[in-house]
């Protein structure tokens, strides 16, 4: 543990993605998370003390055909890696059949639930480092994700008419998630991107079209960037 504090005691954010249910993930997680979280404790300086690590874990729930006690080893983990990060988001490997036919292999549906993490993770650092109209500090994405508890995490992308609207459509209907719904949600972080084709309607419709989902009291922050891999399409996450 003291090899991997030396990795991340400088780090501002910190992401921990793992499967549970077996040793390495269940077992190593928490035990990460806890040490992310007590490191700032540690610190004398007031000022450093308050800029704490913040910890998202990114995991995913075994297969019903695993059996049982997996499934019992995975949800106690769950339960001690939520008492140390700061948001927490669950994908159900059994929730990879909603995307999944009967010529889907194995190899790739699992490359379909790795993309989604990757989008969405991406999603929240592009933000920060990708050049754009409206670009975020660690701070803005601080004030949603800080003690938050569990998340959802989703990620669309289209092209054609009304591509803006059929993305938020996407991101909003995640079908890998675990059956949690963004009704309620008292934050929510919404990153739109695209090519230099992307007009000022086509953000506000996807903006609007995944505020329709939250209370209206929820703190939104909205951040949108350019990436010229996209142009004649638009990716909202």
Do not use: C
């Not at 990795?7 to 190593?28: E, N, P, Q, R």
């Not at 500090?137 to 054609?160: H, L, P, Q, R, S």
């Not at 953000?203 to 004649?232: C, H, K, L």
């Amino acid at each position: 543990i003291e090899e991997i504090m030396e990795h991340i005691k400088d780090s501002h954010m910190l992401f921990i993605t793992a499967g549970m249910g077996g040793g390495t993930g269940t077992g190593a997680a928490p035990v990460i998370a806890k040490a992310a979280r007590e490191a700032r404790a540690a610190v004398k300086d007031k000022m450093l003390k308050e800029k704490k690590i913040l910890t998202v874990g990114v995991v995913t729930k075994p297969f019903d055909f695993e059996g049982v006690r997996r499934m019992r080893i995975a949800e106690l983990g769950l339960e001690e890696l939520q008492k140390y990060v700061d948001t927490l988001i669950v994908i159900p490997n059994q929730n990879l059949f909603r995307i999944a036919n009967e010529k889907t292999t194995f190899a790739d549906a699992f490359r379909l639930a790795d993309n989604v993490l990757h989008i969405g993770i991406r999603g929240v650092t592009d933000l920060m480092v990708m050049p754009g109209l409206i670009n975020l500090d660690f701070a803005d994405i601080g004030t949603v994700m800080n003690e938050m508890g569990k998340a959802m995490i989703g990620t669309g992308e289209a092209e054609g008419e009304d591509r803006a609207v059929t993305a938020a459509e996407a991101a909003i209907s995640n079908p890998l998630l675990d059956n949690m719904s963004m009704k309620g949600a008292q934050g929510i972080l919404i990153n739109i991107t695209g090519g230099e084709d992307m007009t000022l309607f086509e953000v506000d419709a996807a903006a609007n079209r995944v505020r329709e989902e939250v209370d209206e009291d929820a703190n939104i922050i909205f951040g949108a960037t350019f990436d010229q891999a996209m142009e004649g399409k638009v990716r909202v996450s």
